[in-house]
């Protein structure tokens, strides 16, 4: 017994030691440990205290989409890395690959026919920037450098990715950064900066990007990337006309529209993309995390063939891009979210969860709104339902904190709490989770005399 618990202490110690953990406070991380996992079953982790959890949150990033321990998906991986495990990159390409850029194809709204692999979900963003300038300089912009983004985005952490990131603390430690980037107000649900109702500001926020177009020069502006639902604060689903009014505006300066669905991609909001429910047409779709489940790194950019084509060469390249086994994963991912037709039951579910919490919830004096699309859900907090302030970003922790000690992992995301769960949680889950949230919430807000 003394030895288990002397082993989990050094383990617990080497993590503190010798991992530079990310986005947790450095007290937090002293005060609370780090969270070692050991294994995983369906939509449950365990600790290496031996603690069970219902995982929530799909591995906090939002990319375990089928769970933990699917053989079909490892044996997949095992078969092809003893074919051919890699097959080096550039010109050089395996089946796998050749067949998943095919599938994709097929998924991608708006004819994104083309596809690029990338192996994560910033380094597809930092392709999509470089295909856009490297077009648009190429085409009828010889000068256009400049990307337009959003207020509280986030498109990744390498620098290009960053430049259009502003999500939550995160783009001004890396300021000045790459010249060339601007922000412009995007919708946000529930509360917004203007104080605004969320119809009109979605409005103010579209005629802002051609005020801004204007304001940097046309020519200069290469692209404008947006997440088609924001992930800052919780969900922020855009209002009806947001992306057609974009659109419209993109085609009238000869603006690209990136959409980063990085997040949304290959299921989570009820659909394949975000685009193909939202009816946002993208000139270039970039995507990750779901796409393999988690189960290996991977992610790519969507392009129009005549974007792509229109460069005599694309002078880009990462070693590992289209890796042979990390497509095995991704196609039998698709094989089994076809197969078992869970998007569809994700929509389907995640309807009856929004349900459920609005229902055990929404009424609660500390909460502003439950919303939700697909499997995607948030509880934003509010200290004052009439003026809509918000509750301090403390408090939201600490729920989730409440959440994890009685067994249920979820997300503190700004002022609202996420829940993003596996495509393959069930009923009881959800249910479970609703339970666990709604005591978290009451215990946190009779301990502290929030309500
Ligand atoms: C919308 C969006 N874009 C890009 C990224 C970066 O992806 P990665 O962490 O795989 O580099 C993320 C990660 O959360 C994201 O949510």
């Not at 690029?116 to 300038?133: H, M, P, R, T």
Request: aromatic share 8%; net charge negative; hydrophobic share 40%.
């Amino acid at each position: 017994m003394t030895e288990i618990s002397d082993s989990r202490r050094q383990l617990e110690q080497q993590a503190l030691d010798h991992v530079i953990f990310t986005l947790i406070p450095t007290a937090d991380l002293e005060a609370g440990g780090a969270n070692i996992f050991v294994r995983g079953e369906g939509v449950h982790l365990e600790d290496h205290t031996g603690r069970r959890y219902l995982d929530m949150i799909s591995a906090v990033t939002r990319a375990n989409s089928l769970g933990y321990g699917n053989r079909e998906i490892a044996d997949a991986v095992k078969r092809q890395l003893s074919t051919l495990h890699y097959a080096g990159t550039a010109s050089n390409i395996a089946p796998p690959t050749i067949e998943l850029a095919t599938r994709i194809a097929e998924l991608t709204p708006n004819d994104l026919t083309k596809l690029y692999f990338a192996n994560d979900g910033s380094e597809a963003v930092e392709s999509a920037l470089k295909i856009a300038k490297h077009y648009q300089i190429t085409t009828n912009k010889p000068r256009a450098f400049k990307i337009i983004s959003r207020w509280n985005a986030y498109h990744g952490a390498t620098m290009g990715a960053i430049g259009a990131t502003d999500w939550l603390g995160t783009r001004h430690i890396s300021e000045p950064g790459m010249p060339g980037y601007s922000q412009i107000p995007g919708p946000m649900c529930y509360r917004n900066p203007f104080n605004m109702d969320t119809a009109a500001y979605g409005e103010f926020c579209a005629e802002y990007l051609e005020k801004e177009i204007l304001h940097q020069g046309p020519d200069l502006v290469a692209a404008f990337i947006a997440e088609p639902v924001m992930q800052a604060n919780g969900v922020q689903i855009p209002p009806d006309g947001y992306f057609d009014r974009v659109r419209e505006i993109c085609d009238r300066y000869g603006v690209l529209l990136i959409i980063d669905e990085v997040i949304c991609g290959f299921g989570r909001t009820g659909d394949w993309f975000a685009s193909n429910r939202l009816g946002i047409k993208p000139d270039l779709l970039t995507m990750a995390k779901a796409m393999t489940a988690g189960y290996l790194p991977m992610g790519a950019v969507a392009v129009r063939p005549e974007i792509i084509d229109a460069l005599p060469v694309f002078r880009h390249v990462h070693t590992f891009s289209g890796h042979p086994a990390c497509a095995a994963a991704a196609n039998t991912v698709i094989t089994i979210k076809m197969r078992e037709g869970l998007i569809e039951q994700g929509r389907i579910n995640g309807a009856y969860f929004l349900d459920s919490l609005q229902e055990a919830v929404g009424g609660h004096p500390i909460v502003g709104e439950v919303r939700g699309i697909g499997m995607w859900l948030a509880i934003d907090f509010t200290a004052d339902k009439r003026t809509r302030a918000p509750l301090g970003e403390e408090h939201v922790r600490a729920i989730v904190q409440r959440m994890r000690q009685h067994g249920v992992i979820v997300s503190a995301i700004g002022t609202a709490l996420e829940i993003a769960p596996s495509l393959i949680s069930t009923r009881d889950d959800l249910d479970e989770a609703c339970r666990v949230a709604t005591l978290s919430i009451n215990e946190i807000a009779s301990e502290r005399g929030l309500a």
